[in-house]
């Protein structure tokens, strides 16, 4: 196994660091007019508000046993994603699977670092829950507290970015991760807790800083973890194929 620091240096970094770029650049375009002020925004008017009191009231007009599956889906459409996840890595440290044992280790890093950001950006743009800001929506879930602010959605951030870096790293797993993610998104929006440009702005973030962690740091996190599982006797020690290896 080797890496060939050419091939990094001029496709796989710069497309890294343009998908790291892009994630934020769009979740701050995405940032409702008026962000940042003293006190908490609440977006009453627009598109955005538009389609999240459509889906909401066609959530409500559901008997009320779909409430509790709608709300419990959005949660469980995170945490089957964030399984399949888990057993991929599994899978792939039993099997000696270096590529793939890295692969998920990176993907996860990505996914949790666009998991922080966007809870910073939760803290500079400060907007209000539409469940609190829209006195007469439709919210079938209880409304998160004072001071958990709605803009991005962590829970999308998360979801679609384990979804779409799956994808990437095994493509037969896209059909079932990637309506996982999608369901995570608009379930969210459904339920009455998120507008629709806070789940557009944590997709975007979750999937740009997903696949640029899969860009930036598998292939080299692969060169440490395959002595490490030869070691377990899972696998075979990295041996250089030609071309220039990237050493540290």
Same mark, same amino acid.
């Given at each position: ?90 899978? $792939? ?61 962590? *829970? ?27 369901? $995570? ?8 807790? *998120?507008?629709? *440009?806070?789940?557009? $702005? ?41 071309? *220039?290896?990237?050493?540290?």
């Amino acid at each position: 196994m080797a890496l060939d620091s050419g091939t990094y240096l001029s496709r796989r970094l710069p497309a890294g660091l343009i998908l790291l770029g892009v994630g934020a650049a769009s979740a701050l375009l995405l940032a409702p007019a008026g962000s940042g002020g003293d006190e908490p925004l609440r977006v009453r008017s627009g598109f955005s508000v538009s389609v999240y009191r459509t889906l909401t009231e066609a959530a409500e007009g559901t008997p009320s046993w779909m409430h509790t599956v709608l709300e419990l889906g959005s949660e469980a459409s995170v945490a089957l994603v964030a399984l399949t996840l888990v057993v991929v890595w599994a899978l $792939a440290v039993r099997r000696g699977d270096a590529r793939t044992v890295a692969g998920t280790m990176t993907l996860g890093l990505g996914t949790v670092c666009a998991y922080a950001l966007s809870e910073g950006l939760k803290l500079l743009v400060y907007q209000e829950r539409p469940c609190r800001a829209l006195e007469d929506s439709a919210a079938v879930a209880p409304c998160p507290s004072l001071g958990d602010w709605s803009f991005p959605s962590n *829970h999308t951030t998360l979801a679609v970015g384990a979804a779409v870096g799956l994808a990437l790293l095994r493509p037969r797993l896209a059909a079932f991760v990637l309506p996982l993610g999608l369901a $995570a998104a608009v379930l969210r929006v459904a339920v009455g807790v *998120h507008y629709p *440009h806070d789940v557009l $702005a944590g997709s975007i973030l979750g999937a740009s800083w997903s696949a640029a962690g899969l860009l930036l740091l598998a292939a080299p996190f692969a060169l440490v973890v395959a002595p490490l599982l030869a070691r377990l006797g899972l696998g075979s020690p990295p041996v250089p194929e030609g071309g *220039h290896r990237l050493t540290s």
